[in-house]
């Protein structure tokens, strides 16, 4: 799934933004392919993220992915003609950083724009013992002499 797209970017930044990205030297028009490319791996790098706490594909894209992936993408688009600046590596540093926190759970992906309802994370994974409970239920350390029949591992 991509979370953005060329249009999504071009408003989220500018018309003068996508062309200094994407242009070839001195065209002055925007390279649509070139931009797409770079959304795409910029949502399968989001996918990298939150794959594990949602079940992917989402069936919407709520406003913070949709934002977070074009400043990905931009990060991703520099350094050939046009070269990275602070602003586009903060703005980068902070998507990387809001989408560690949204893979740990400490922070969710928002909301449905349409319809306000919230997106649901993926059930969490359960770690079992050797006797088939969870670890969660037994209480302790999981990496106890007991539970581990007297090895570290």
């Known amino acids: ?26 065209s002055g028009e925007v390279v649509e392919t070139r931009i797409a490319y770079h959304l795409k791996s910029a949502s399968g790098r989001i996918d990298a993220y939150i794959g594990a ?25 520099t350094g050939s003609e046009r070269q990275v600046n602070e602003i586009i590596r903060l703005r980068y540093e902070d ?17 449905d724009v349409d319809s306000g309802a919230v997106v649901d994370s993926a059930p969490p994974g359960v770690a079992f013992g050797r006797d088939g409970a969870a670890f969660g239920d037994q209480g302790g350390d999981i990496w106890s002499r007991r539970r581990t029949g007297g090895g570290a591992y």
Do not use: H, N
């Open 1 to 26: 799934m991509v979370y953005a797209t060329v249009e999504d970017y071009i408003a989220y930044f500018t018309e003068r933004d996508a062309v200094s990205v994407s242009a070839r030297q001195g």
């Open 53 to 77: 706490r949602y079940a992917l594909p989402l069936a919407t894209v709520p406003d913070c992915l949709r934002g977070y992936c074009c400043d990905i993408a931009r990060y991703l688009l």
């Open 95 to 111: 998507a990387i950083d809001w989408l560690k926190l949204v893979g740990t759970g400490k922070v969710g992906i928002g909301s």
